[in-house]
C-alpha cells in the first residue's frame, strides 16, 4: 500500500514557504495547437481568434492566438510542482493580467514570489499567497497574477 | 457558362449569422444567462490538467483523492475557470479583443466528473478608451454553479470590445 506523502515531493509543504521566496520554475513548455485549439474548444470558447488561421492571416497577428486562459492556466501548471503539489485546494487568484499575445510555438517559462504564509482555519494547513508570472522565449512577460493555496502542513501530512 | 450549382448559389447568396455582441451593447446592471452549460468528464478533467503541467495529483489520481475525503478526482479548479469564462465568450467578448484582466477569481465547491457547468454575467462598468477609439472597455462579474446551483467560481473580468462602426477590426 501507497502511503500518501510519497507521491508528492517533500520540499513544499507549508512550512517551507517565506515571504520573499523567489522560483525559477525548472521546465518550460511551447504552445501549440494541441494546447491551445484544444483547450479553447473544449472549454466551449467561441472566438475564432484562437482558432481560425484564415481570418487571422488578415490581421496585424497574422495567426492564431493562444487563448489567454490557457497561457495562465499553463503558467501555473509550471509553477505547480514547486508551489501546489502538496496543496488541499486551490483557492482563487487575484491582479490578473495578460501582458502580451502569445501564439504557437511560443515557449513559457514560469517564475514564483511568496508574497504571503498565514494560518488557515484548519491546523493541517496554512494559506500561501503567490505571485506567479510567465515569459516567453524572447523573456517578454506574457502573464502575471497573484494565486491563494491552501497548502498542507508537513507536521499533520509528512508521514501519511 | 454553366448554371450555378445549388450549392455555388448558396454560397454567393448567403447572409452571415452573426454572432455576439458590440461595445454599444453593454450597460452597466444587465444580466447574462449565458448558452448551453457543460457536463465536465473525466477525460475532460484529467487531460486539461495533464496537458498543463499541473502536478498536484488531487486533479488526477483517484484514489489519492478519495484519501483527502473527496467522493472522486477533483476537477482542477482553472478548468472550471476556463469553462465559465468559455461558456460566457459568445455573450461578452467574442467580437472584441483579447481580455486584459480578471480580478477577484474565487473558486467555490469543488467539481467532480459528471458535474454540470453553467455561467452567468452581470455588466459592472463600460468606458471609453482615449487611446484607442475603435474600442472600448467592459467589466463583467461572471458566476459559474453547478447543477445543484452551488457556486462553482467567480471572477470580475474586463474586456477590450468593439465598436459597432470600428474602422479597424480586431478579427
Redesign the interface.
Known amino acids: 500500500m501507497t502511503r500518501i506523502a510519497e507521491l508528492t515531493g517533500n520540499d513544499n509543504y507549508f512550512e517551507d514557504f517565506h515571504v520573499g521566496q523567489r522560483m525559477r520554475h525548472a521546465r518550460g513548455k511551447t504552445v501549440d495547437v494541441t494546447e491551445n485549439v484544444l483547450i479553447t474548444n473544449m472549454v466551449m470558447n467561441t472566438a475564432h481568434a484562437h482558432f481560425n488561421a484564415d481570418v487571422m492571416a488578415g490581421t496585424r497577428f497574422r495567426e492564431r492566438l493562444s487563448f489567454g486562459g490557457v497561457n495562465l492556466s499553463l503558467a501555473i501548471g509550471l509553477a505547480s510542482q514547486d508551489t501546489s503539489e502538496n496543496a488541499l485546494a486551490d483557492l482563487g487568484m487575484d491582479k490578473i493580467r495578460l501582458r502580451a499575445p502569445v501564439v504557437h510555438g511560443d515557449t513559457l517559462y514560469a517564475f514564483s514570489e511568496v508574497l504571503e504564509v498565514r494560518d488557515a482555519e484548519r491546523p493541517d494547513a496554512g494559506v500561501v499567497r503567490f505571485l506567479h508570472c510567465a515569459v516567453n522565449q524572447r523573456d517578454e512577460i506574457v502573464f502575471e497574477g497573484e494565486r491563494m493555496v491552501l497548502v498542507k502542513r508537513r507536521s499533520h501530512w509528512g508521514d501519511k | 457558362m454553366t448554371e450555378p450549382s445549388r450549392a455555388e448559389a448558396l454560397v454567393a447568396g448567403a447572409t452571415l449569422r452573426e454572432?455576439g455582441h458590440f461595445y454599444e451593447s453593454f450597460v452597466v446592471g444587465q444580466v447574462f444567462r449565458h448558452h448551453?452549460g457543460?457536463s465536465v468528464t473525466e477525460a475532460?478533467a484529467v487531460?486539461?490538467?495533464t496537458?498543463?503541467?499541473?502536478?498536484?495529483?488531487?486533479y488526477f489520481?483517484r484514489e489519492?483523492a478519495l484519501?483527502?475525503g473527496h467522493r472522486d478526482l477533483v476537477v482542477?479548479?482553472?478548468?472550471v475557470?476556463?469553462?465559465v469564462?468559455?461558456?460566457s465568450?459568445?455573450d461578452l467578448?467574442?467580437v472584441g479583443g483579447?481580455?486584459?484582466?480578471?480580478?477577484?477569481?474565487?473558486?467555490g465547491v469543488?467539481v467532480h466528473p459528471g458535474d454540470t457547468l453553467r455561467a452567468e454575467s452581470e455588466t459592472m462598468a463600460v468606458r471609453l478608451s482615449r487611446s484607442n477609439p475603435d474600442n472600448g472597455l467592459v467589466t463583467w462579474r461572471t458566476r459559474g454553479f453547478n447543477q445543484r446551483d452551488e457556486q462553482v467560481v467567480e471572477?470580475v473580468r474586463t474586456n477590450i470590445v468593439r465598436k459597432r462602426d470600428a474602422r479597424e477590426?480586431?478579427?
Not at chain 2, 76 to 79: D, E, F, I, S, Y
Open positions: 454572432k448551453w457543460r475532460d487531460l486539461f490538467t496537458l498543463t503541467c499541473n502536478s498536484n495529483p488531487l489520481n489519492y484519501a483527502h482542477n479548479p482553472l478548468l475557470f476556463n469553462t469564462l468559455g461558456l465568450v459568445e467578448s467574442e483579447p481580455f486584459v484582466g480578471i480580478d477577484g477569481l474565487d473558486y469543488a471572477f477590426h480586431f478579427v
